[in-house]
């Protein structure tokens, strides 16, 4: 018995940067997908097959926890997650994974990978047990992010998981809320720069848990759920120039987020809107997050000079990819993105996580 399961990517259409801290973000599923092959044999050994990347891996498991052998192993973490889960295994599994999701770009594909080997194990186990996409994206959390104390938040777990687009809240509770705009396309641009994400995670993240640290010791009441730009100016003297900058762009960033979901909700979708918005939205990421580099800035205009309605970097930035929404021509965008140095790809929004 085989089964085949298929996850998209995603683009962060707006919250950049703001899970982590607990606001609320908007992304997209896009069409672009990693897809796995799987079926069980007889010897307790995992065989993997990995035709993208050149390489065929494997390693004993005979249903029992799994020691983490290196970073991020995140096949054998899926198995360990679902073990706790209660699911048993008593044979080996043959894979073969093959996706056009760019790798390691911003755009989800470790968690697309992870979403996908779960869908499939949960309908090889012993006792199959197939997981909705909620639970897919919260075990997915866990395989990719908890397991090895990464700092990530869960955007991309549920996004690629439940797919189209999606509004989601984590505090004071996940709250997930499917939105159903009637999108034209966009195109995803990969500046083939490596991103730098412990870097800026470590700078913006870590930076701004200790902004509010501060603004907190002397005002506990202060939240980025409800602080205003004018309120940010109250701290104007005990914090940095740089300091100031972000915690004003993180504010404007939730704001922008907030219109961007009513033009999103709203029964006519304003396309000019959004695409102003989500170009709003990247001037703050990269004059005060700084997250954006000087080759993706140059694809943004090209593809804007082009005729995309606006767009903005993707991911945690410092390279990787971006992204414009460009419902006319999209092909003559995608070859301004080209000659701007970037390997562009025509994309859609996306169902979510399947399997057959």
Not at 36 to 53: F, G, N, S, Y
Not at 150 to 166: F, K, L, R, W
Not at 238 to 248: A, H, R, S
Request: a negative charge; glycine letters at 10%; charged letters at 20%.
């Amino acid at each position: 018995m085989g089964v085949t399961a298929s996850t998209p990517g995603r683009i962060c259409l707006f919250g950049e940067h703001l899970d982590y801290l607990g606001l609320p973000v908007i992304a997209a599923a896009i069409s672009r997908r990693i897809t796995l092959t799987a079926e069980r044999i007889q010897e307790p050994t995992v065989r993997l097959h990995l035709p993208d990347l050149g390489t065929n891996e494997q390693f004993a498991f005979a249903g029992q926890p799994l020691p983490y052998v290196q970073d991020r192993d995140y096949y054998r973490a899926a198995l360990n997650v679902l073990l706790r889960e209660g699911y048993t295994f008593s044979s080996g599994f043959d894979v073969t994974v093959r996706g056009n999701i760019p790798i390691n770009s911003g755009t989800s594909s470790s968690s697309a990978l992870v979403v996908t080997w779960l869908n499939a194990l949960a309908r090889l186990a012993d006792h199959p047990q197939p997981l909705p996409p909620e639970r897919l994206a919260e075990l997915a959390y866990g395989a990719e992010v908890l397991e090895f104390g990464e700092p990530g938040g869960m955007m991309d777990h549920y996004s690629t998981a439940v797919g189209n687009v999606i509004y989601l809240e984590s505090q004071p509770q996940i709250n997930l809320t499917v939105l159903r705009p009637r999108l034209g396309t966009f195109v995803l641009g990969d500046s083939q720069e490596p991103k730098d994400t412990l870097g800026i995670l470590g700078r913006v993240k870590f930076g701004m848990l200790d902004i509010l640290k501060r603004i907190n010791g002397i005002n506990p009441a202060f939240s980025l759920h409800t602080g205003s730009l004018t309120d940010a100016a109250e701290y104007k003297d005990i914090l940095t120039k740089d300091e100031y900058v972000l915690l004003k762009g993180t504010l404007a960033n939730r704001d922008v987020l907030r219109e961007a979901l009513t033009v999103l909700q709203a029964p006519e979708l304003d396309h000019a809107r959004l695409g102003q918005l989500l170009t709003d939205h990247q001037a703050t990421l990269r004059d005060a997050q700084r997250i954006s580099t000087p080759k993706i800035d140059r694809m943004l205009e090209a593809a804007r000079t082009a005729g995309a309605l606006g767009g903005k970097i993707n991911g945690s930035g410092g390279g990787g990819c971006m992204f414009v929404y460009a419902p006319d021509q999209p092909n003559v965008v995608a070859e301004a993105i080209e000659r701007a140095g970037g390997k562009a790809y025509v994309i859609q929004v996306a169902q979510g996580a399947v399997a057959d």
